[in-house]
T-cell receptor
Framework: EPEVTQTPSHQVTQMGQEVILRCVPISNHLYFYWYRQILGQKVEFLVSFYNNEISEKSEIFDDQFSVERPDGSNFTLKIRSTKLEDSAMYFCASSGTEAFFGQGTRLTVV | GEDVEQSLFLSVREGDSSVINCTYTDSSSTYLYWYKQEPGAGLQLLTY?????DMKQDQRLTVLLNKKDKHLSLRIADTQTGDSAIYFC?????????FGKGTSLLVTP
């Protein structure tokens, strides 16, 4: 089965620091996403990316967040100045018709 | 925003069938998905259905879609203890998937 790969699996960072979460989507997919799941809560949409630009974003995805596809394979989520409430599991996904998710990066802001 | 609703818990005996239900409000949904999440793990795509279909079967999994009522169900035949997990329903109308809160399935011996 095709696989979306995320690194790191865990990240602990101090409040106010910048973090970059990395993803390698499935190679022939054209749509890429970031979602987050705060512990015990539902999976929330952050942003979608198509044709090298943001196609849709949620209210959560404010100016502290940015996404980039720096090369042909990686897809990154940057949080500029982390807050305690950014602690969550962050999932990358890519899709054609089927939407596949990575195993997630658990971000802990202390 | 559009809502996706699921019951929170379901408990079944091993060997029985499980039926997990989901309702959604977005009438322009094109695809509907079921994901499985085991503790501490990612989201595993189980199956999906296009909105112009009313049923899809894949081994032990049967998805039923009633588009008129905006009701989706996932039936797991011969449920096993390894099926214990949280099951998320998700609908897609544009780019994004909109998830329900998940149904926690407990399979007892």
């Amino acid at each position: 089965e095709p696989e979306v790969t995320q690194t790191p699996s865990h990240q602990v960072t101090q409040m106010g620091q910048e973090v970059i979460l990395r993803c390698v989507p499935i190679s022939n997919h054209l749509y890429f996403y970031w979602y987050r799941q705060i512990l015990g809560q539902k999976v929330e949409f952050l942003v979608s990316f198509y044709n090298n630009e943001i196609s849709e974003k949620s209210e959560i995805f404010d100016d502290q967040f940015s996404v980039e596809r720096p090369d042909g394979s990686n897809f990154t989520l940057k949080i500029r100045s982390t807050k305690l409430e950014d602690s969550a599991m962050y999932f990358c996904a890519s899709s054609g018709t089927e939407a596949f998710f990575g195993q997630g990066t658990r971000l802990t802001v202390v | 925003g559009e809502d996706v609703e699921q019951s929170l818990f379901l408990s079944v005996r091993e060997g029985d069938s499980s039926v997990i239900n989901c309702t959604y409000t977005d009438s322009s949904s094109t695809y509907l998905y079921w994901y499985k999440q085991e503790p501490g793990a990612g989201l595993q795509l189980l199956t999906y259905i296009f909105s112009n279909m009313d049923m899809k079967q894949d081994q032990r999994l049967t998805v039923l879609l009633n588009k008129k009522d905006k009701h989706l169900s996932l039936r797991i035949a011969d449920t096993q203890t390894g099926d214990s997990a949280i099951y998320f329903c998700a609908e897609r109308s544009g780019y994004a998937l909109n998830f329900g809160k998940g149904t926690s399935l407990l399979v007892t011996p």
